[in-house]
């Protein structure tokens, strides 16, 4: 915590950050760190890539940076049934390089442990079925507890051991990257030939957040969290998002 007063401090309670979710080109995004378990490629993170555009990011003046970890369950392996088993090699050894980075600029991070699911695993628009399976397979993880339970048992508990090690340089941890973009509830039938696999009603989200918040404050009691929306201001009511166990509620605007 003592990063984030200080950032505050510095800065008239303000931070100066940037956007970086993803690294390289956005086909990549659903491998940021690690190999994706539903499709083969290069991942997203190249040391050589990331330091350049890091040591860019702080000579322009941004303190902050705010990058997606699982996107689209990328560094996990996952059992037959979809099922996190835990991570892949290269996942934790990336985001290790990654933080050290950020702590080399003099830069802060906003993690994001989980971007909006279903717009962040591979996208298969000329198999339809193979598309809505794999995001029936990926959404299990957030509405499934067996499945929920594993990713927290077998991914996300090692990877916040991880970011432990670094809390002077987290600013705080976003839990859920616009899960309302996730539901039907919010988009409508909006996309749902290509977007099948989003549930019905935000709130079937809930336990999942709920229980990534409590994963983190038993590694980072002292670490703000929150949940980040979109959507139209409509869907952004604090009081919407209040069994996530949340500190802040974010606002992302697009131009």
């Known amino acids: 915590m003592g990063g984030y007063k200080n950032l505050l401090s510095e800065n008239d309670d303000f931070i100066y950050g940037v956007n970086l979710p993803w ?5 990549k995004r659903f491998q940021t760190f690690g190999n ?3 499709t083969t490629g290069d991942i997203g993170f190249n040391h050589e890539d990331v330091a350049l555009a890091l040591k860019n990011i702080a000579a322009i003046g941004f303190t ?7 996107t689209g369950l990328g560094g996990t392996k996952l059992d037959e049934n979809g099922t996190v ?4 090699p290269e996942f934790l050894p990336n985001l290790i390089d990654f933080l050290e980075l950020i702590k080399e600029n003099g830069l802060t991070l906003n993690p994001i442990l989980m971007p909006h699911i279903i717009q962040s695993v591979p996208l298969f628009r000329d198999d339809s079925i193979k598309n809505s399976e794999t ?3 990926a959404m299990r993880t957030m509405v499934d507890p067996d ?8 991914a996300l508990l090692p990877t916040l051991e991880v ?3 670094y809390e002077d340089i987290i600013v705080g941890i976003d839990l859920y990257c616009e899960p309302e973009g996730d539901s039907f509830e919010n988009t409508g039938k909006f996309d749902i030939e290509v977007y099948p696999g989003r549930v019905e009603k935000l709130s079937e989200l809930t336990d999942f957040i709920k229980a990534e918040s409590d994963a983190v404050k038993s590694i980072m009691p002292q670490i703000k969290l929150m949940v980040s929306s979109s959507y139209g201001q409509n869907h952004v009511k604090f009081n919407t ?5 949340i500190d802040v509620l974010g606002l992302d605007i697009y131009n």
Not at 23 to 27: D, I, L, P, Q, Y
Not at 85 to 88: D, F, I, M, S
Not at 147 to 154: E, H
Request: proline share 3%.
């Open 23 to 27: 690294f390289g080109v956005s086909e």
């Open 36 to 38: 994706s378990p539903f």
């Open 64 to 70: 902050s940076v705010r990058t997606w970890i699982f």
């Open 85 to 88: 088993t835990g991570l892949t």
């Open 135 to 137: 995001q029936a397979k």
């Open 147 to 154: 499945s929920r339970n594993a990713f927290i048992q077998n």
């Open 163 to 165: 970011i432990k090690k």
């Open 241 to 245: 998002y209040l069994d996530y166990g």
